[in-house]
């Protein structure tokens, strides 16, 4: 059993071993039956595996909850030629979360690793006694040990950037050791787990059914942000960027319905809702041909996908486009925020961007970072006193939109305004706006946010 949305759906699978006939799969709650349905569902994710048709939705009779799932007074079984078989397992989303204590041996060695050089590392890993997985454990220890080596060759100009970096193929579906993040095809990082439980969000996970509570605050949400600014003669815009799982669903190393159903479900109500003000980002980055609008090592855009979506907000805002700028390689690399989960290495990618002696260059006037290990808060200020529009543009945003380079959506807006003032923050905060008193406001978000909407 995958999932539960209650009050009363269970999705799943069940299957012989050897395939053939479809089973019926029959509810149980405290030994009553409350419900039966035929595993013979196309599934995606069952279809890579060779599987088959043998997905279930399981609509019980009367309403119960995931903790009697857990508590196992709700219990699924198939029905077997002779009866009916053993309950079905819960999936890892159903697991009950165990506070795991590390085993005094490990807590014991961990001031012993902490000490560890590529050198000691080495000569530990000759012991021709160590088990075949400890030998692997070291080995990817001591590559993470031995990854600052590497720095001076990434910083060598004597040699140009694609002579710095050498692609070493993985195999498609080698998940991180944090469990965040998979290598899809081509050499693509997903971000597929992590705080924001990211793959949760997508089907079978996932349903319209579950996400329509969401999608209908969402709505609302931003219905009353662009009247607020409308009442007050403010520009308004709307930008909920894809994650790159459902921009880039072709490169994804097993089959995923996307976009997510909270995305699914909010893009046509905020076309409806909010018109120009709403920025079609996820049809506007699928519709590029060829794979530049999201960095490949990195869950972010790159900066012909930001310059893209900056563009977009701006005819949102009903400002003239500016001329398309040349985006390609000039000789700088980049490291990605996915690859260190892998082997503790900084991985780098050549990165395409415009040549910046051809655009203006914005200036950070103000920099007010939150404390350490902190973003909520975080506002920065760019002027550009050559911008055609001598107005202030506020962005209530996040990672997307703080970088000051042409990665930050918040730079290449600069080249519209005179002034861009940026605040990290989920929620449209009124008192800002009373603040700056900007001609323009911006509220950007992702799409694995949705999941957790803003009081304003």
Same mark, same amino acid.
């Given at each position: %059993?995958?999932?539960?949305? @209650? ?30 349905? %035929? ?38 079984? =198939? ?19 165990? !506070? ?70 993985? =195999? ?35 349903? =319209? ?47 995923? !319905? ?70 390609? %390689? ?16 900084? %991985? ?70 005179? !002034? ?11 008192? @800002? ?13 992702? !799409? ?9």
């Amino acid at each position: %059993m995958d999932v539960f949305f @209650e009050p009363n759906l269970i999705c799943g699978w069940a299957r012989w071993p050897a395939g053939g006939v479809p089973l019926e799969v029959v509810a149980y709650f405290q030994g009553k039956e409350f419900g039966r349905a %035929m595993a013979n569902g196309p599934r995606g994710d069952l279809a890579a595996q060779n599987l088959g048709d043998c997905a279930f939705k399981l609509s019980l009779s009367q309403t119960c909850s995931a903790a009697d799932l857990t508590a196992g007074r709700l219990t699924v079984r =198939p029905v077997g030629p002779n009866g009916l078989l053993a309950p079905l397992p819960l999936g890892e989303a159903l697991r009950p979360e165990q !506070e795991v204590q590390p085993p005094p041996a490990l807590s014991a060695l961990l001031p012993l690793l902490e000490n560890l050089t590529p050198e000691s590392l080495r000569k530990l890993r000759q012991d021709t006694t160590l088990s075949p997985q400890l030998a692997r454990l070291l080995d990817v220890l001591g590559t993470a040990l031995s990854a600052p080596l590497a720095l001076p060759g990434l910083e060598d100009s004597a040699h140009p950037p694609e002579q710095r970096i050498s692609w070493l193929p993985m =195999p498609v579906g080698l998940v991180s050791g944090d469990g965040s993040t998979v290598v899809g095809r081509e050499g693509w990082l997903f971000l597929v787990d992590g705080p924001n439980a990211v793959r949760s969000l997508f089907p079978p996970l996932a349903s =319209p059914e579950q996400a329509a509570p969401l999608v209908a605050k969402w709505a609302e949400l931003c219905t009353t942000r662009q009247a607020g600014c409308v009442a007050q003669g403010i520009g308004f815009a709307q930008l909920v960027i894809p994650e790159k799982l459902s921009a880039l669903e072709r490169y994804l190393p097993q089959p995923l !319905e996307t976009p997510s159903c909270l995305l699914a479900g909010l893009l046509p109500l905020l076309t409806a809702r909010l018109g120009q003000a709403h920025v079609p980002a996820l049809p506007l980055l699928r519709a590029v041909p060829g794979l530049g609008v999201f960095r490949k090592l990195d869950s972010h855009l790159s900066p012909y996908g930001t310059w893209l979506l900056a563009e977009a907000v701006a005819v949102a805002l009903g400002l003239v486009p500016l001329p398309a700028p040349e985006f390609r %390689m000039r000789g700088r690399l980049e490291g990605g925020d996915l690859t260190q989960r892998f082997f503790g290495v900084d %991985m780098h990618e050549p990165l395409a961007e415009a040549d910046a002696s051809l655009l203006a260059q914005p200036e950070l006037v103000e920099d007010q970072p939150p404390g350490p290990g902190e973003h909520q808060g975080w506002r920065r200020v760019w002027r550009n006193p050559a911008a055609p529009r001598a107005e202030t543009l506020l962005v209530f945003g996040n990672s997307f939109s703080v970088s000051d380079n042409q990665a930050g959506l918040c730079w290449w807006l600069a080249q519209h305004f005179a !002034e861009v003032r940026f605040l990290w923050s989920a929620a449209l905060d009124w008192a @800002e706006v009373a603040r700056v008193r900007p001609a323009y406001v911006l509220c950007q978000t992702v !799409e694995r946010y949705l999941a957790h909407p803003p009081g304003g």
